[in-house]
């Protein structure tokens, strides 16, 4: 990824989930920090989540498991954080910014986080190590 890349918020989310769906969330994590340093300072601690968990995928693709449970919550909770500040705001709509389901990103975060705590690595196949952006 070129470190100058500048896309709409929009475009950000699109290309990070195709990167997730299609294996390489080290790449969704570059479309999201790049997102990130670009936002509006009331949304970087959303974009800085979201690129914690494109992280934590990745750690869960290279087989640290440890590494994705804490970056995956990290991330989750960052994106709560974020949702729970703009409640009873004119930015707590549906979708949330980008067309973000907030909700369905920190469960699906930590949930994984869960099962992988739970379970380890090896029991959660290769096409499950995803977490969908926009619900």
Do not use: C
Request: without cysteine; charged residues 25%; glycine residues 12%.
């Amino acid at each position: 990824m070129p470190e100058d890349l500048r896309l709409t918020a929009a475009d950000a989310v699109r290309l990070a989930q195709e990167l997730i769906d299609d294996g390489r969330p080290f790449h969704a994590h570059e479309v999201l920090e790049a997102a990130w340093k670009s936002s509006p300072g009331g949304e970087r601690a959303l974009w800085k989540g979201l690129a914690q968990i494109a992280v934590g995928l990745t750690h869960a693709r290279r087989g640290n498991g440890r590494g994705a449970v804490v970056l995956l919550r990290r991330g989750a909770a960052a994106v709560a954080v974020y949702a729970e500040s703009v409640a009873g705001t004119d930015l707590a709509r549906e979708p949330g910014p980008a067309g973000l389901d907030l909700a369905a990103v920190t469960a699906g975060a930590a949930g994984l986080a869960d099962v992988i705590a739970a379970r380890g690595l090896e029991a959660v196949p290769p096409a499950d190590l995803r977490v969908d952006l926009t619900g």
